[in-house]
């Protein structure tokens, strides 16, 4: 008993990243689905409800129009180019720019496959476009997502690590929750749009692993 317990831990362990990206995908079609046939979801309702209860203010409003700028196409562009050139193994920030390139590439395929129109009853800034899925949180996770796994993969200062992974992590989830705040996205947006990044990383990473395989740890900072 006790040694199947340990087998299909052992088989959970080693599929981990097959298993996520099956939920994720799961769970980004069953929101498509309902944004295909138009409809306006509870969950919806109820995290606009939430944010606006209990978040919404003259005090935190600039606070989310800074944030959402962190995931703008500027911003990480700029970020991209950046680390392409400071980090020394160019293979590495090749790998950000492409990852950059491919997940903005897929957002606006399946924004113009679903046609959302974005949320009209209550607006703190102009945005243009479809609205599902959102595109600030979908390459935000994708490009801060990578960037932590490389932080994971090549970092050897636990601190630091586990510092800079900690700060990303909230920024994608702040990036997310602005898009709401500020009117231009359904929860339903941002969710899926974490969604579909996650599944995409786990694929991106997969591919990319082998590009880098046998580099040193410290070659990254170099």
């Known amino acids: 008993m006790k040694l199947n317990r340990r087998k299909i831990k052992e088989g959970i362990v080693k599929n981990l990243k097959w298993i996520v990206l099956f939920i994720c995908i799961i769970g980004f079609i069953s929101l498509a689905e309902d944004v295909f046939h138009k409809e306006i979801m509870n969950g919806d309702i109820i995290g606009y409800k939430i944010i606006s209860t209990y978040l919404i203010s003259d005090f935190a409003t600039p606070i989310a129009q800074f944030i959402t700028n962190f995931g703008g196409a500027t911003f990480l562009t700029g970020i991209a180019f950046l680390l392409l050139l400071v980090i020394k193994n160019k293979k590495i920030g090749i790998s950000i720019c492409s990852n950059l390139v491919i997940a903005t590439g897929l957002n606006i395929l399946l924004k113009n496959i679903l046609q959302r129109p974005r949320p009209t009853e209550y607006r703190l800034i102009d945005e243009s476009g479809y609205s599902f899925p959102s595109g600030h949180s979908m390459i935000s996770m994708a490009f801060y997502g990578f960037v932590i796994y490389l932080i994971y993969k090549y970092v050897k200062n636990k601190y630091i690590k586990w510092s800079l992974i900690t700060i ?39 591919i990319i692993n082998k590009f880098l395989l046998g580099k040193k740890e410290n070659e990254i900072g170099e």
Do not use: K, N, Q
Not at 175 to 193: F, N, Q
């Open 168 to 206: 990303l992590s909230i920024l994608i989830v702040s990036i997310g929750i602005s898009r709401i705040y500020l009117g231009v996205h359904y929860t339903s947006d941002v969710l899926a749009g974490f969604l579909i990044a996650i599944s995409y990383l786990v694929i991106y990473t997969g």
